[in-house]
């Protein structure tokens, strides 16, 4: 596609559900990153994916939350036994390569009742 | 790990003036410094960067400029329109090993007065 792509748009769920939150980078970006935004906040870092490496786990805030990315490709952020405290529009980007312009998705409004 | 400080929080400016934004960053390491726009509900777009070999780096209104000595880079927007009037965010790439991704500052909220 011709940007990045994420989903859903927007995410309502009750407290201790599971969710999946999904990423499609800009075709031939071999970087992608998820960062989460609170409400009139800044840019959070959770994950970085560079081609095959190990993925930089270093951001996530706890172990409730992981992200694959299968084939260098789609990504998936997992959070499990959600908070009302992950509540926050969780972004995507995605770049040529690390330190490269990094293009970010709409985000996905994750909303914990 | 890297730190960038944003300041100020908030800016208004009458329509036509110039503005300035200013952050730091900790890490000496850090190469890469671009600067990001965000409309109300709408996603960050990039809008200038800078590398650290460069010291300063225009777009028609708006140029940024980096002192690596001192830690510091600023963006400058000339002739100010309402349609400027967004959340600005700078932000630093981590410098070194396996890490890539980019520690931003927490914004500056720009307000353009007609």
């Known amino acids: 596609g011709a940007g990045v792509s994420q989903s859903p748009s927007n995410k309502v769920t009750e407290k201790g559900k599971d969710v999946e939150l999904r990423c499609d980078p800009i075709s031939g970006h071999t970087a992608l990153y998820w960062y989460r935004q609170s409400l009139g906040q800044g840019l959070e870092f959770l994950i970085y994916?560079?081609?095959?490496?190990?993925?930089?786990k270093s951001g996530l805030p706890s172990d409730r939350f992981s992200a694959e990315r299968t084939g260098g490709s789609v990504s998936t952020l997992t959070i499990q036994r959600t908070q009302q405290e992950d509540s926050a529009v969780y972004l995507c980007?995605?770049?040529?390569?690390?330190?490269?312009?990094?293009?970010f998705g709409d985000g996905t409004r994750l909303s914990i009742l | 790990g890297e730190n960038v400080e944003q300041h100020p929080s908030t800016l208004s400016v009458q329509e036509g003036d110039s503005a300035v934004i200013k952050c730091t960053y900790s890490d000496s390491a850090s190469n890469y410094f671009p600067w990001y726009k965000q409309e109300l509900g709408k996603r960050p777009q990039l809008i200038i960067d800078i590398r650290s070999n460069v010291g300063e780096k225009k777009d028609q209104r708006i140029a940024v400029t980096l002192n690596k000595t001192a830690k510091h880079f600023s963006l400058h927007i000339t002739e100010t329109q309402p349609e400027d009037s967004a959340v600005y965010f700078c932000?630093?790439?981590?410098?070194?090993?396996?890490?890539?991704?980019?520690?931003f500052g927490k914004g500056t909220k720009l307000s353009v007065k007609p």
């Open positions: 980007a995605s770049s040529f390569m690390r330190d490269q312009p990094q293009h």
């Open positions: 932000a630093a790439s981590t410098g070194s090993g396996s890490q890539g991704n980019l520690i």
């Open positions: 994916f560079q081609g095959n490496s190990a993925p930089d």
